[in-house]
């Protein structure tokens, strides 16, 4: 009935926060940081407030992209690529306060914009309350400030970034099937749960009605773990087809 859950190694998890910690603290101020800054946060607000907001706005959207393109090359042309890393960091450790509701509403709008809708869209939260593991929501975020710079959504992320940005997708409901089993390539190439990957991958297989590829897929976790549960299933399985 239900597939495997996303599993990430909790030293990785744990070393990984501790980065983000060190590299927003180490984040030099200066004009291009503030000016960043500032355009990001305005960004966010618009989105807070949804189309109407955006669309009584100044300017145009292309035009804000662009100014926020600008002022990211600035910083990038300050401190380099890892100076946007340390920024998308530093965004990131303001995250937990804002999902809190420890923040006065516009602090709140400048910090997470359209991300609540984007939680309830991709499954993490639920009737209000985040279900999604720590790292998965982080680096959702991070994704959604890369986006905000003009970069790659998983710029700089770390191999268990990786894992809990396409792990999600992969291993949660919210995305059909074929996207979850593209997803689960990308959490395989960043290192992902060998085991895990391969119990999803069968169950995938099962949901898209491809028995003889599940059942061969039960078997090799049969083969590789000693699961009499996998090995039941690529039984019952046999019998399907």
């Keep these: 009935r239900e597939g495997p859950a996303i599993a990430l190694a909790p030293a990785e998890v744990r070393a990984q926060l501790d980065a983000d910690a060190r590299a927003a603290a180490e984040l030099d101020e200066s004009a291009a940081l503030t000016e960043l800054a500032a355009r990001v946060d305005a960004q966010r607000r618009l989105e807070a407030g949804g189309a109407e907001a955006q669309r009584a706005a100044e300017g145009t959207h292309a035009d804000r992209m662009g100014r926020l393109e600008a002022a990211a090359a600035a910083l990038r042309e300050e401190g380099g690529e890892e100076a946007l890393d340390a920024f998308v960091a530093s965004e990131a450790e303001g995250l937990a306060a804002a999902l809190q509701g420890a923040l006065a509403p516009d602090a709140e709008a400048a910090a997470l914009g359209s991300f609540p809708r984007m939680l309830a869209r991709y499954g993490l939260a639920r ?3 985040l279900v999604a ?17 003009q970069r790659e959504l ?3 992320f770390s191999a268990v970034e990786l894992q809990a940005y396409w792990g999600w997708l992969a291993f949660s409901e919210a995305a059909p099937v074929d996207q979850r089993r593209g997803a689960l390539t990308r959490f395989r190439e960043a ?16 949901r898209s009605g491809t028995f003889a590829e599940a059942a061969e897929l ?13 090995r039941n299933h690529a039984l019952a399985l046999v019998a399907m087809y």
């Excluded at 680096?139 to 959604?144: E, G, I, R, V």
Aim: glycine content about 12%.
């Design 218 to 230: 039960y078997e090799r976790l049969a083969d590789a773990t000693g699961s009499q549960r996998a």
């Design 154 to 156: 998983t710029a700089g």
């Design 127 to 129: 009737e209000g309350a």
């Design 191 to 206: 290192g992902g749960d060998v085991t895990r990957s391969l119990e999803l991958e069968a169950w995938l297989a099962f």
């Design 133 to 149: 593991p720590r790292l998965v929501t982080r680096s959702l975020f991070k994704a959604t400030v890369n986006g905000l710079l």
